[in-house]
């Protein structure tokens, strides 16, 4: 589907922003290279980025090159750490206007799901028909995807960067993790408000990362490889 299709249909569903959530690592060389980028090319560029677990599914389907984004926090609507990092990047969905020349999907279900021999209807929403009937706002197995994106997602949408806070134990690596950030989006001359996230008293993060194992928080907010 194109872009402006996706942008209408995700708009009717009450969508107005887009989340693509990572590493500190990745994000990082994100905003050195000055956008989002997808697995693929950062490997091409050879710039540092965590490795993930849906790394080799991503590769077996096609979709390695794909940028994804949620349609809703996730961390927010389910009370706990987001599986893919501490990093939000907070998009508008106006962000979909300029990417006219991509391909842009919304998946049926997480490719962790797909199977061989799946056809791309089957994967994929094909019309703002199937999308209105078929899609609702804040479902973790529906992401909107960028296919065969081979440069750097441009920052001229993103709102805010929202980093997860792993308590006071580590509270080390959120200021280095933040500094980092703040330091980066300066030099490229980003002006972006990177706030640090305020959790509900339901949220399950802090006790996930004050009693995981050390290595947990350390993984997702280490500053380099």
């Given at each position: ?72 926090d996730i961390h927010d609507r389910a009370k706990r750490p987001n599986d893919y990092g ?127 194992n050390p290595g947990y928080a350390y993984h997702r907010f280490k500053t380099q490889l």
């Amino acid at each position: 589907m194109n872009a402006l299709q996706v942008k209408r249909s995700l708009i009717n569903s009450g969508v107005d922003k887009l989340y693509h959530v990572n590493t500190v690592v990745t994000s990082l060389s994100f905003i050195n290279q000055g956008g989002l980028l997808s697995r693929q090319t950062a490997e091409i560029m050879g710039v540092p980025q965590t490795p993930q677990s849906s790394d080799d599914i991503d590769r077996e389907f096609g979709i390695y090159n794909d940028i994804f984004f949620d349609s809703v926090d996730i961390h927010d609507r389910a009370k706990r750490p987001n599986d893919y990092g501490p990093v939000m990047f907070v998009y508008s969905v106006d962000v979909l206007d300029t990417l006219t020349e991509y391909d842009i999907c919304i998946t049926r279900d997480n490719p962790i799901y797909w199977e061989d021999g799946m056809q791309d209807n089957e994967k994929y929403f094909s019309s703002e028909q199937e999308i209105l009937f078929g899609f609702s706002k804040g479902d973790f197995n529906k992401h909107i995807t960028v296919r065969n994106i081979s440069v750097p997602l441009p920052f001229n949408y993103l709102e805010e960067i929202v980093i997860d806070d792993p308590g006071m134990e580590h509270i080390e690596l959120l200021n280095k993790a933040k500094e980092s950030i703040e330091s980066s989006l300066n030099i490229i001359g980003i002006r972006v408000p990177v706030n640090v996230r305020k959790c509900s008293l339901n949220c399950s993060c802090l006790s996930k990362y004050t009693t995981s194992n050390p290595g947990y928080a350390y993984h997702r907010f280490k500053t380099q490889l």
